[in-house]
């Protein structure tokens, strides 16, 4: 199917453990975004990515690691999950800067 | 760094009203600002957007100028319906192609 796509949909995982994130995305956008959801604090950039290999930093990047080997797929990992880490991931991705962000249906994670 | 501050929520509306939520940002540079919605269960949208000074941008009824002499993009529409309550957020994309949302709007439309 075309689109972004993004698994699971929902996650409960403990303490300490490590989680994968996927997102997936068909257009071969060269931008691809990670932002958390959370009550209060709107969304928040965790990583970006201009292009295949090329990734940044956002505004909440400590505790998470990305990847970008192939232009489609972004997943995002929490290296030892804890409970500030319970929220809404949603992953975006988007042809340039100035372009529309198209975003996946979102995951929701709870560590527990 | 950039930033983006929009109005806090909820608004609560009736059917047919005056809608403002009002987003101010900080950027260096020329950013392009947007407007996204967020129906409830699902992914962001995009609304509307403007790339330059002075830039309308417009969709559904709703309408946003960008203003760069007062760094804002408010939201407007000219009547509500029951069908635009979502949440509402604000959103700049700064020179780097980052893109920065504000804290969202919250928006009740009573029949």
């Known amino acids: 199917d075309a689109g972004i796509t993004q698994s699971p949909r929902y996650k409960i995982t403990e303490t300490g453990r490590q989680v994968t994130l996927m997102c997936h995305q068909t257009w071969s956008h060269s931008y691809m975004f990670w932002y958390r959801q959370d009550l209060g604090h709107g969304l928040r950039l965790i990583y970006y990515?201009?292009?295949?290999?090329?990734?940044d930093k956002g505004e909440v990047s400590d505790g998470y690691v990305v990847s970008r080997s192939k232009t489609e797929n972004f997943p995002l990992t929490l290296e030892s999950a804890t409970r500030s880490q319970t929220s809404v991931y949603f992953c975006a991705s988007s042809g340039a800067g100035d372009t529309e962000a198209f975003f996946g249906q979102g995951t929701r994670l709870t560590v527990v | 760094g950039n930033s983006v501050t929009q109005m806090e929520g909820p608004v609560t509306l009736s059917e047919e009203a005056f809608l403002t939520i009002n987003c101010t940002y900080t950027a260096t540079g020329y950013p392009s600002l947007f407007w996204y919605v967020q129906y409830p269960g699902e992914g962001l949208q995009l609304l509307l957007k403007?790339?330059?000074?002075?830039d309308k941008g417009s969709n559904k009824g709703f309408e946003a100028t960008y203003r760069k002499e007062t760094t804002s993009f408010h939201l407007e529409k000219g009547s509500v319906q029951v069908s635009d309550s979502a949440v509402y957020f604000c959103?700049?994309?700064?020179?780097?192609?980052?893109?920065?949302f504000g804290k969202g709007t919250r928006l009740h439309i009573l029949p």
């Open positions: 959103a700049l994309s700064d020179r780097d192609d980052k893109i920065i």
């Open positions: 990515s201009a292009a295949a290999d090329i990734t």
């Open positions: 403007a790339t330059k000074a002075d």
